[in-house]
């Protein structure tokens, strides 16, 4: 959240130039204040673990947020229940005449297929269409992020000799230090990734609209925005929890998949040993400044001027 200054104060401009968010009496007396409207497509197998996965990170901040879940109305989900799913979801039918202030959406176990042989595509594809004069910034995750760029951008994802599993080294693009999806970032952080695709740097460079703000030795591109702040692109799983990877990887294994530990993850990468988390700093502020910055301070106080 920003810090509230004097006017003329003369700490200012140093800390703007240090990319620290300060707002000055005259903006904060002006602000509105409402509940941020966020719907969040869950794509995820386990719906119930990505509700709480996704709660936590967007509940971490000062901001009241009324979050609402929809469902495809295309596939039917093998791994949660009818009465969960009738409780708790909507369907795109449901909300398509509505304005909301965020978007989230999720990954999906997919990478394998080509993306319209994914039998919601074409719901998926409405949906994106809809996101961009309905949703203030919506926020991509893994293959939601590949699905999009591929959607909005054409870029293509590539398949990867093995499945890239474990928690990786990134680091900020020095000359986007300044970027405010950024703003207290260590220059080195790390983030979980769990895929069998990637897209790639060269492709995305060839989009005037995107620019690269992190990126892994190791795991490739992390994360994309594009240059309008109206779409944000992450190819990780910065919301999993300590354990997730675990759960994965020991459920491959039961399933009788050749699924290679997960990297710098467990320590001496033994199973045996309780994992370490390395992300939980990093998913915590990226989620909280795109909802500050991209969501809070950009969206209309009047939702139904969303545009």
């Known amino acids: 959240m920003p810090i509230k200054v004097a006017d003329n104060l003369p700490a200012i401009d140093i800390l703007e130039k240090e990319n620290i968010f300060v707002m000055t009496e005259k903006r904060a007396i002006s602000q509105d204040i409402r509940p941020l409207e966020i719907v969040i497509l869950n794509l995820m197998p386990t719906k119930i673990v990505t509700e709480t996965q996704l709660m936590r990170v967007l509940g971490n901040t000062p901001l009241q947020i009324n979050a609402h879940f929809i469902r495809t109305k295309t596939y039917k989900s093998k791994n949660t229940s009818e009465d969960h799913l009738q409780a708790f979801y909507l369907t795109f039918d449901d909300i398509k005449n509505k304005k909301f202030d965020g978007l989230v959406i999720t990954g999906a176990p997919v990478e394998n297929m080509e993306f319209e042989e994914v039998e919601y595509?074409?719901?998926?594809?409405?949906?994106?269409?809809?996101?961009?004069?309905?949703?203030?910034?919506?926020?991509?995750?893994?293959?939601?992020?590949?699905?999009?760029?591929?959607?909005?951008?054409?870029?293509?994802?590539?398949?990867?000799?093995?499945?890239?599993?474990?928690?990786?080294?990134?680091?900020v693009v020095p000359e986007k230090r300044h970027k405010i999806l950024l703003r207290g970032f260590d220059d080195v952080f790390y983030a979980p990734h769990s895929r069998y695709s990637e897209v790639r740097e060269e492709d995305i460079k060839k989009v005037p609209g995107l620019e690269i703000l992190a990126k892994s030795d190791e795991a490739g591109i992390y994360i994309i925005t594009a240059k309008n702040d109206k779409m944000f692109f992450v190819t990780g799983h910065s919301e999993y929890d300590r354990n997730t990877l675990s759960d994965e990887y020991f459920r491959d294994r039961n399933n009788g998949l050749d699924t290679a530990v997960p990297k710098n993850y467990f320590p001496d990468d033994d199973p045996k040993n309780p994992p370490v988390d390395l992300w939980r700093a990093h998913s915590n502020l990226l989620f909280c400044n795109w909802l500050n910055y991209f969501v809070y301070q950009t969206t209309p106080y009047n939702i139904n001027e969303v545009k």
Do not use: R
């Not at 998926?124 to 293959?143: A, D, G, P, R, Y």
């Open 121 to 171: 595509w074409d719901e998926l594809c409405e949906i994106m269409e809809w996101s961009k004069s309905n949703v203030t910034s919506t926020f991509h995750i893994c293959w939601g992020a590949q699905a999009a760029l591929y959607y909005h951008f054409k870029i293509p994802k590539y398949p990867l000799p093995q499945k890239l599993f474990g928690v990786f080294k990134h680091s």
